[in-house]
């Protein structure tokens, strides 16, 4: 019942369009002269005018059929593929600009802190001690 709903509703697929290429709604909103909110309520509703949406997709580097034809499925794939193919078709756009993180290196890194931290904590306690039992002592 609702998904038919959804598939053509304009606001949400210039939401996932807007997300897509990393800009908020007040990005969005300044480019197009309007406020946060306004943007706010394009995005939830389900149709617009057809000068606004070619407005909208101009600032979001689209087409308004892009816009109108957008599906999550299609893009995952469009995405997907891109990806897949652009190394074996020779694409150097993408190669190189992988980062390497190795999340076991980070971890590493935070239980020698987190070991630093203790020492030093340790000694602090110990320093303590022996002010007290000096005190106690006189």
Request: proline share 1%.
């Amino acid at each position: 019942m609702s998904t038919a709903k959804e598939k053509n509703h304009i606001g949400r697929k210039i939401s996932r369009v807007r997300e897509l290429r990393g800009m908020k709604q007040e990005a969005l909103a300044i480019a197009l002269g309007i406020s946060q909110q306004s943007v706010s309520i394009i995005e939830n509703s389900e149709m617009i005018d057809e000068d606004k949406l070619k407005e909208i997709a101009k600032v979001l580097g689209v087409t308004p059929d892009a816009i109108i034809h957008f599906s999550d499925e299609a893009a995952i794939n469009n995405f997907n593929n891109f990806y897949d193919n652009s190394s074996s078709q020779g694409n150097s756009f993408n190669q190189g600009m992988y980062t390497t993180f190795n999340p076991l290196d980070k971890l590493v890194e935070v239980f020698e802190e987190n070991k630093s931290l203790y020492e030093r904590l340790l000694a602090a306690e110990k320093e303590k001690n022996s002010y007290l039992e000096k005190m106690l002592g006189k």
